[in-house]
């Protein structure tokens, strides 16, 4: 006969305080608020209820959390290019608003950080879009000129840098719509030496 209340009874698993779900979306919502120096292990820890430690359980450090918040940015901006009509300009356009919604989430996808994975799947609708104007030969070379276009017009745009007055959506489509014709057209032709 045993002598403790307590022999035999089975362990229960101490309950999860909280999840890499919520993690990263705290991360996200630091990182918005304070930049990246802002997503710290304390700082997400706060957001969360749980000390700092805690984290560790779920992302093996600074690093890891920075990447899985990109990730995260990037999942969601994939639903949203998913989401519109499947054209080069309106996954643009679509990505612009991400941007401007999530500047320091954009910002963090350029740095980097992310998965690799994560950008591949980040790719795949604009290289789609890219394919059907250019065809699949150009496809990759296509949605490279779209995206540093895009992400350099973005950048410059939440930097403050268009100074010089006029309207910046305006020369956004501009941008986007002399981009496609220049694409449409064939791109630069055979002048290319592989």
């Known amino acids: 006969m045993g002598n403790s209340f307590w022999e035999g009874a089975e362990e229960v698993p101490t309950p999860e305080k ?5 993690i990263v979306a705290a991360g996200r919502e630091a ?3 304070g930049g990246p120096q802002g997503l710290t292990m304390q700082s997400v820890a706060t957001r969360v209820g749980v000390r700092a430690p805690s984290l560790y359980k779920h992302v093996r450090d600074r690093a890891a959390l920075l990447a899985a ?13 998913e989401a519109t009509d499947g054209s080069l300009e309106e996954g643009i356009r679509e990505y612009r608003r991400f941007a401007q919604g999530h500047p320091e989430a954009f910002r963090l996808t350029q740095s980097g950080v992310a998965s690799q994975e ?3 799947r980040a790719v795949a609708p604009i290289l ?6 250019v065809g699949e030969r150009d496809q990759l070379e296509a949605a490279r000129l779209v995206t540093a276009w895009a992400v350099g017009f973005i950048g410059m745009e939440l930097g403050g840098a268009f100074r010089l007055g006029g309207d910046v959506d305006r020369s956004f489509e501009y941008g986007l719509a002399a981009i496609r014709s220049a694409l449409a057209a064939g791109g630069p032709g055979d002048g290319l030496s592989g």
Do not use: I, K, Y
């Open 18 to 22: 909280t999840s890499l779900g919520a």
């Open 69 to 81: 918040v990109a990730d995260d940015a990037l999942d969601e901006l994939v639903a949203r290019l």
């Open 128 to 133: 789609r879009a890219s394919g059907e104007l």
């Open 31 to 33: 990182l918005e608020m």
């Open 118 to 120: 994560a950008l591949a």
